[in-house]
């Protein structure tokens, strides 16, 4: 048998708990990963534990931070596919932030909104002792495109 090469006798291997811990995520969360694709194990225990490289670890923090800035795993999939493409270069990750940037502030917009609603809402019910039936936020929530609940046909 060949001697393991020192570099390979260092390289840590990571169970799926220790990579858990160290990444700050719950193993579910890691197995769930490796079933979409953004993560696997470089090898199994006879016993079928999945063990782990210290490249995992960097994955799962570069996974929580893409989260952290909007990305769904599907476009972090799309990202780390473009890190492994050869003709990629940086504006193809630039454009995916870009792209993110405008969805988040479309988001950002339409919780604005919603929000200005229901301050509308709440300056609307200033008497808290009424009856619930009297409550205007709920009248209001019931209306269907202003037409106060008229048309039992809705």
Request: contains cysteine; aromatic residues 4%.
């Amino acid at each position: 048998m060949p001697p393991v090469s020192a570099s390979r006798e260092q390289a840590p291997v990571l169970t799926i708990g220790k990579l858990a811990a160290a990444g700050e995520i719950s193993p579910d969360a890691l197995r769930y990963y490796e079933s979409e694709g953004l993560l696997a194990p470089v090898a199994r225990t006879e016993s079928g534990y999945r063990q782990y490289g210290e490249e995992a670890l960097r994955r799962v923090r570069f996974i929580k931070h893409a989260q952290a800035c909007g990305f769904t795993l599907a476009e972090i999939r799309d990202l780390l596919q473009l890190r492994q493409t050869d003709s990629a270069c940086c504006n193809d990750v630039r454009q995916r932030a870009i792209e993110k940037r405008l969805q988040l502030a479309a988001k950002i917009r339409t919780m604005q909104t919603m929000s200005a609603a229901l301050d509308r809402l709440i300056a609307e019910c200033a008497d808290s002792s009424q009856p619930v039936d009297d409550c205007p936020i709920l009248a209001a929530l019931e209306q269907v495109n202003g037409d106060n609940g008229k048309n039992p046909a809705r």
